[in-house]
């Protein structure tokens, strides 16, 4: 659907003439909603607005009344859902502002500006705090690089996100890489942005103060992404994207990116709230100026007058609606008192920032005794009102909808048949060499270490940051950062899956010293009209609550992408985590993965008996085919006391204290094999090992084990005797080989070459 | 008392605050100069960082070589100021005449941040001087436009004159004869590509970049 299918009645795919509310995504229903706020029809231009507002993307009408179950408080949290991004207290007068989002769809479509123009959109979500943003993440899913089309999609990804992301000036300090089928048409590539600020210059986006200015900062506005949150994100794909196809029409709906107006537009803010030049600040982003003044009017409960011929335009002869639902990229909407406009104009011209004034702030109304604001929109000053509607009714009053949910019919056939009684493999070495891959292609690309935080990066269990950044107080403290996902898990048993990757991000960053103190999700899911998908989300939330509340972690935002499908075939369901951790204090780097020679090979775990159970481990699914069964048992108890441990042995060290450990990485996807090769590969050491029970105690995927390595092994094991956690000693580090007794004997250069060649490889590169 | 080093600031600019606190710990007083100033301000020293001044639009540094304070730059170093252009401002430099050869896109054409391993190779300039040649760095990379090149000609002379400042040991970008940085020939303005500023903590990995920029505060070269 192109922007021109706006224009009026159109013709269906029948030669029928399709009402044009439906052409917006507005189903007959919602439609008598809007007239009954209203009290009459709406015209085109409020059609359009509330086509976009009360899109699935805009609105999470499927989602909202699953999210609601997610535990949100917690002692730091300063600001939780709802707002742009989630703020936690750091400590030392420093708040972290942190949020996830999604750019699947356009990514899909125009791979490198859609994930460079979903660093750009985050990153506005984390100034608009008043945050200076300090890191990205990207956790990306694709389908099998010998395809040319993944290649194409994949490497226009990473283009994207290196080009925006280093030229505005962020690093990205880490992500996650999934290469499987069911993303062959419906590629995931989330963004993860974490930012700071002094508390003191919180803000939140809301209007106030009646007849204070409506500024709008930065970019002109064209037609570029119009409807990219009601066509693009809230819609899935046909069978194929290529050119011709209805994905090649989808393309005007791409925003283009401009990551030097970005950064001018981040330093102009950042300096208009140092200076107390505004009193409310919001990024535009999906859903434009629509979403931008109905939010802030809402959140203040005030209404806003907007005249459309003060928006600077890039294109001759915009509708209304087109100016109004542009998502032009690089804009923000400021609230100005007007005594302070004239040292508004002097900051923004000092960093070339265009601001127009397009409109005050009004009074709110009491209807009913509730303060009812109105955003009340003319083409032209004292010209006639083109729409008038209850601001608030844009952005809080779309339908909530709890939509039929159903688990799959043959659940029970596929949680019995699971990989366990496989044939074990004739040579488990090459099984391991197979799903050995080194991400630093990827990683390369970005620059993952402006404002000298970065004393873990991309390749770390979590990226491990200093606490400081320009403007904020002195620090002697570091956050940790991590994304999760797993869609094999999640696909077998999206609760427990779930429950699965939040315990593991927990453990990533425990294995940084850090002690996890939030989560922000991504849930990236299928069409939610398929009530199979109504199931998996439902219990992915239920699954990430159980989690969050047994280990003690507030959900502080999120985003949710439906729709996700091609060809009516479903993701799986992706559920991605973004982890927040703190340490108090770092004089110290972390022990890293890397092992050195004589060190003791030890493996953390919870007490009691392993389950070496195979079910929806990287063995199963990517060397047998094998995606049923039921996964490995997790002890959310068990659990925390392991990550308790590992968050002492590293803290200690990291705030200068007798440091334990010699290497530390968590098991997780590729099970023990995968964590030792990384671990030998890290340093270049080999190890001698045994007692690991079969192929499936070397490729399962159990949670809540930790692999170390240490000089002093029996004080570690009283650690964690003390900890009530289970402890085995595996070997010791040494040689050029890495053998695990009666299972394999790796040389290291053949794991490095396996480790190394992998990505490089698909594009004819040298590893 | 403390060197006063002016840290130039293009709209794009984003190493500014880094070197910045990386000079402070070596005992410099750091300023930031905008790109709209005409006068420098009396500092001892002047570092063009890294980052994408106006965009890189065009080209790398194309633009950014019309900023007023370039005029203030190109005088300060005619008079023999120390000047140092690192990464972005390094190619300001090439590209502001201050420095010959350009940089072009890496080999591979993709951008890169790695470490790299540098050798001094000449201890002529005001960020070598003091260094043995044969020292080793290592010290990160960070752009997409850094393969150094330039006429023949152009390199005999800098080969002949000994302005080859820093070589790559493992040329990683495609460098003409391994070149990393570069110097005039009164030796005091240099560019280099790898940022001495990402490598000034125990804590990031390296402090090999702090021996460069106490190199530069060890004024004046003669």
């Known amino acids: 659907m192109t922007g021109a299918r706006y224009g009026g009645d159109v013709p269906g795919a029948s030669g029928d003439v399709e009402p044009l509310h439906r052409a917006l995504g507005l189903t007959d229903e919602e439609l ?31 989602s909202r009344v699953h999210l609601a179950r997610l535990p949100k408080e917690g002692p730091g949290v300063l600001v939780g ?15 972290v502002a942190i949020r996830i989002e999604s750019h699947n769809h356009p990514s899909a479509i125009e791979p490198h500006q859609g994930a460079a123009t979903g660093v750009g959109g985050i990153l506005r979500d984390i100034f608009t705090m008043g ?28 283009g994207g996100i290196s080009a925006y992301g280093n030229a505005v000036g962020v690093p990205t300090v880490g992500g996650e890489l999934t290469f499987d089928p069911a993303y062959r048409q419906n590629p995931l590539v989330n963004v993860l942005c974490l930012g700071a600020l002094p508390i003191s210059r919180l803000v939140l986006g809301r209007a106030s103060g009646p007849g204070n200015l409506v500024v709008l900062l930065g970019a002109t506005t064209g037609r570029d992404g119009i409807g990219g949150v009601s066509v693009l994100a809230s819609a899935g794909f046909g069978a194929e994207g290529r050119a011709g196809s209805p994905e090649d029409a989808k393309r005007p709906s791409v925003q283009v990116g401009d990551p030097y107006e970005e950064k001018r537009l981040i330093e102009a803010c950042l300096e208009l709230l140092d200076a107390g030049l505004v009193v409310g600040l919001q990024d535009l982003g999906g859903a434009g100026l629509a979403c931008a003044t109905s939010e802030t009017a809402a959140r203040g409960q005030v209404g806003m007058e907007v005249d459309l011929s003060a928006v600077p335009r890039r294109e001759d002869q915009m509708a209304s609606w087109e100016v109004m639902t542009s998502e032009s990229q690089e804009r923000m909407l400021a609230v100005v008192a007007p005594p302070d406009w004239d040292q508004v104009t002097e900051v923004c011209a000092r960093w070339e920032v265009r601001a127009s004034v397009i409109g005050r ?68 070495g090459a099984d391991l060499l197979a799903l050995l891959a080194d991400p630093s292609w990827v990683y390369r690309q970005y620059d993952h270490q402006l404002f000298l935080n970065t004393v873990a990066g991309p390749g770390a269990d979590a990226a491990l940051l200093r606490l400081a950044g320009p403007g904020l107080p002195p620090s002697r403290r570091a956050v940790a950062v991590t994304t999760d996902g797993n869609p094999r898990w999640c696909a077998i048993d999206p609760r427990a899956g779930t429950a699965m990757v ?3 991000t927990v453990a990533n960053l425990a294995c940084v010293g850090a ?73 110290r780097r972390p022990p890293g993965a890397g092992w050195s020679a004589g060190s003791t090979v030890v493996i953390v775990h919870p007490p009691g008996p392993s389950d070496p159970t195979l079910g929806g481990s990287r063995w199963a699914v990517e060397r047998r085919g094998v995606r049923t069964g039921t996964l490995p048992v997790l002890d959310l108890a068990a659990h925390a006391r392991v990550v308790d441990l590992i968050v002492d042995l590293v803290a200690r060290g990291l705030a200068g204290g007798p440091e334990l450990l010699d290497a530390v990485h968590d098991v997780s996807a590729g099970g023990l094999g995968v964590a030792l090769a990384e671990m030998a590969l890290a340093t ?37 005797r003390h900890f009530g956690v289970g402890t085995t000693v595996l070997g010791v580090a040494g040689g050029g080989t890495l053998a695990v007794e009666g299972l394999l004997a790796l040389d290291l250069a053949e794991l490095d070459a396996a480790f190394s060649g992998g990505i490089p490889a698909a594009f004819g590169e040298a590893g | 008392m403390a060197a006063r080093v ?55 540094g194309a633009l950014a070589r019309f900023s007023p304070v370039m005029g203030a730059v190109a005088r300060f170093a005619a008079d023999g100021g120390p000047v140092v252009g690192i990464c972005n401002g390094f190619q300001v430099l090439t590209e502001a005449g201050l420095l010959p050869g350009a940089l072009q896109k890496n080999r591979g054409l993709r951008f890169m941040c790695v470490p790299s391993v540098v050798t001094v190779t000449s201890s002529r300039s005001v960020l070598t001087s003091g260094l043995e040649v044969g020292t080793e760095l290592v010290l990160p990379l960070n752009n997409f436009d850094g393969s150094y090149v330039c006429a023949p000609e152009t390199l005999e002379e800098l080969v002949a004159e000994d302005r080859v400042v820093l070589r790559y040991r493992d040329n990683p970008n495609g460098s003409l004869d391994d070149i990393a940085g570069i110097c005039n020939r009164g030796a005091n303005v240099v560019g280099l590509m790898p940022h001495p500023e990402r490598a000034s903590s125990e804590l990031l990995g390296s402090v090999d970049g702090l021996v460069l920029l106490r190199s530069l505060l060890s004024l004046p070269v003669a």
């Open chain 1, 32 to 62: 008598e909603r809007v007239v009954g706020i209203l009290g009459r029809e709406p015209n085109h231009l409020e059609l359009a607005m509330y086509a976009v507002m009360w899109s699935e993307h805009c609105s999470y009408k499927s």
């Open chain 1, 81 to 95: 859902p709802g707002e742009n991004a989630g703020v936690i207290d750091a400590g030392d007068g420093i708040a």
């Open chain 1, 131 to 158: 945050a200076r943003p300090l890191a990205l993440m990207d956790p990306l899913c694709f389908g099998p690089l010998d395809e040319p089309r993944q290649r194409w999609l994949f490497e226009g990804v990473v």
């Open chain 1, 361 to 428: 702030v009004t009074e709110a109304a009491l209807v009913a005794g509730r303060p009812v604001g109105r955003l009340v929109v003319r083409e032209r000053p004292g010209g006639p009102v083109v729409a008038d509607v209850p601001a608030a009714s844009l952005a809080d009053d779309a339908p909530r909808y709890r939509r039929p949910m159903a688990p799959p019919d043959d659940l029970a056939e596929r949680r019995a048949a699971g990989p366990d009684g496989l044939a074990p493999p004739a040579d488990c």
């Open chain 1, 502 to 504: 939040v315990a593991e």
């Open chain 1, 515 to 587: 002690r996890a103190v939030a989560v922000v999700d991504c849930c990236n899911f299928g069409n939610p009209e398929h009530p199979e998908v109504m199931w998996q989300l439902s219990e992915a939330i239920d699954g990430m609550a159980e989690a969050c509340v047994a280990l003690g972690l507030p959900v502080i935002g999120g985003n949710v992408s439906l729709y996700n499908e091609s060809g009516g075939a479903d993701i799986p369901p992706t559920p991605v985590i973004g982890g927040l951790g703190l340490v108090e204090r770092l004089e």
């Open chain 1, 684 to 720: 270049g050491v080999g190890a001698r090992l045994f007692g690991v029970a079969g192929h499936a105690g070397l490729f399962g995927e159990s949670p809540s084990r930790v692999v170390v390595a240490t000089a002093r092994p029996d004080e570690v094991v009283e650690r964690a």
């Open chain 2, 6 to 60: 002016g840290v130039v600031v293009f709209p794009g600019t984003n190493c500014e605050h880094d070197v910045a606190a990386a000079l402070a710990l070596v005992g410099a007083t750091p300023e930031l100069l905008w790109h709209g100033l005409r006068d420098l301000g009396g500092v001892d020293a002047v570092v063009v960082p890294g980052g994408f001044a106006h965009g890189d639009y065009l080209r790398p």
